[in-house]
């Protein structure tokens, strides 16, 4: 409420009215919400994958121990170590994106190279769920960010082997036409209810579902994807019956070698 005193300087002492002002922040009250979310997941998606490092770095100082458990916890000790570290990097992601300062650095990038790189990324996490993994690839050039590609599909490989049974199928093809390069990664794990799907690239959005309670996350691993795959003027959609298993598939523009000279490491456009 602002009051209003003057109309002229002369009868500026005289109170003339009364002037409401009404501003909708809706947007600010979200924007607040969020924050403390925010801040809230981070300290528990943080403290969980500490809590293990620490419990069992504990263990192995002060116990004496066989090599197979020695092993068996060193082992966990560094699967905890890299989820931190993802964690972290989606943190610091997100962050970047919704200041605008996110950088991408755009080149020819050879598809193949891209999902090899992630699969090598994701043996471990594959090994451990005894995973199978299927590929189909085919030849295609895009242009873009190299690393953000690769956080694309290890987002997507990575949500597909933790949604899954142990010992699940999951599938990445590459196909597409002569304009367009497809890469779909596939799995038969949990699936996602269909009234679900609208809400799954929003920030921190997560199924609250008994079946998957227990699995960990922030809700931001889609929400990256979908960024990432917008800048490069891409698509992402999904199919999915729950309890069936779910496809997630994204759409590049494809760059043609008859038009363009692709480096080895990749050359700036
Ligand atoms: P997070 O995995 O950290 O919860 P994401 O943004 O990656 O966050 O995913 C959002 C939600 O979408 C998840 O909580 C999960 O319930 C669902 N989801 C994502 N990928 C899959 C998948 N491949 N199969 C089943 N559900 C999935």
């Given at each position: 409420v602002i009051r209003v005193y003057c109309k002229t300087i002369k009868d500026c002492?005289?109170?003339i009215g009364t002037l409401l002002v009404h501003r909708d922040i809706t947007k600010e009250y979200e924007i607040a919400n969020m924050k403390s979310e925010f801040v809230s997941t981070v300290s528990h998606e943080l403290r969980t994958p500490l809590a293990s490092i620490l419990g069992f770095t504990e263990l192995l100082l002060t116990k004496e121990l066989k090599p197979e458990r020695k092993a068996k916890y060193t082992q966990t000790i560094y699967n905890e170590t890299i989820r931190l570290t993802s964690l972290i990097n989606d943190f610091l992601d997100i962050q970047r994106m919704e200041s605008g300062k996110q950088n991408y650095e755009k080149k020819y990038i050879d598809v193949i190279s891209i999902v090899q790189n992630v699969i090598e990324l994701q043996e471990i996490n594959t090994s451990l769920h005894k995973t199978t993994l299927t590929v189909e690839l085919e030849n295609a050039t895009i242009l873009g960010d190299k690393n953000k590609i690769e956080q694309v599909f290890t987002n997507l490989l990575s949500n597909a082997i933790k949604y899954s049974p142990e010992g699940g199928n999951i599938s990445i093809r590459i196909y597409g036409n002569e304009d367009i390069v497809s890469i779909d990664v596939k799995d038969e794990g949990l699936g996602i209810p269909e009234e679900e799907i609208p809400n799954?690239?929003?920030?921190?959005?997560?199924?609250?579902n008994s079946d998957r309670r227990k699995i960990g996350g922030t809700g931001l691993g889609l929400a990256i994807v979908k960024e990432i795959v917008e800048v490069h003027g891409g698509k992402i959609s999904v199919s999915s019956k729950n309890g069936k298993g779910s496809t997630f598939s994204t759409n590049f523009s494809r760059i043609t070698m008859s038009t363009n000279k692709v480096n080895e490491d990749g050359a700036t456009p």
């Amino acid at each position: 409420v602002i009051r209003v005193y003057c109309k002229t300087i002369k009868d500026c002492n005289e109170h003339i009215g009364t002037l409401l002002v009404h501003r909708d922040i809706t947007k600010e009250y979200e924007i607040a919400n969020m924050k403390s979310e925010f801040v809230s997941t981070v300290s528990h998606e943080l403290r969980t994958p500490l809590a293990s490092i620490l419990g069992f770095t504990e263990l192995l100082l002060t116990k004496e121990l066989k090599p197979e458990r020695k092993a068996k916890y060193t082992q966990t000790i560094y699967n905890e170590t890299i989820r931190l570290t993802s964690l972290i990097n989606d943190f610091l992601d997100i962050q970047r994106m919704e200041s605008g300062k996110q950088n991408y650095e755009k080149k020819y990038i050879d598809v193949i190279s891209i999902v090899q790189n992630v699969i090598e990324l994701q043996e471990i996490n594959t090994s451990l769920h005894k995973t199978t993994l299927t590929v189909e690839l085919e030849n295609a050039t895009i242009l873009g960010d190299k690393n953000k590609i690769e956080q694309v599909f290890t987002n997507l490989l990575s949500n597909a082997i933790k949604y899954s049974p142990e010992g699940g199928n999951i599938s990445i093809r590459i196909y597409g036409n002569e304009d367009i390069v497809s890469i779909d990664v596939k799995d038969e794990g949990l699936g996602i209810p269909e009234e679900e799907i609208p809400n799954l690239f929003q920030k921190f959005y997560r199924i609250d579902n008994s079946d998957r309670r227990k699995i960990g996350g922030t809700g931001l691993g889609l929400a990256i994807v979908k960024e990432i795959v917008e800048v490069h003027g891409g698509k992402i959609s999904v199919s999915s019956k729950n309890g069936k298993g779910s496809t997630f598939s994204t759409n590049f523009s494809r760059i043609t070698m008859s038009t363009n000279k692709v480096n080895e490491d990749g050359a700036t456009p």
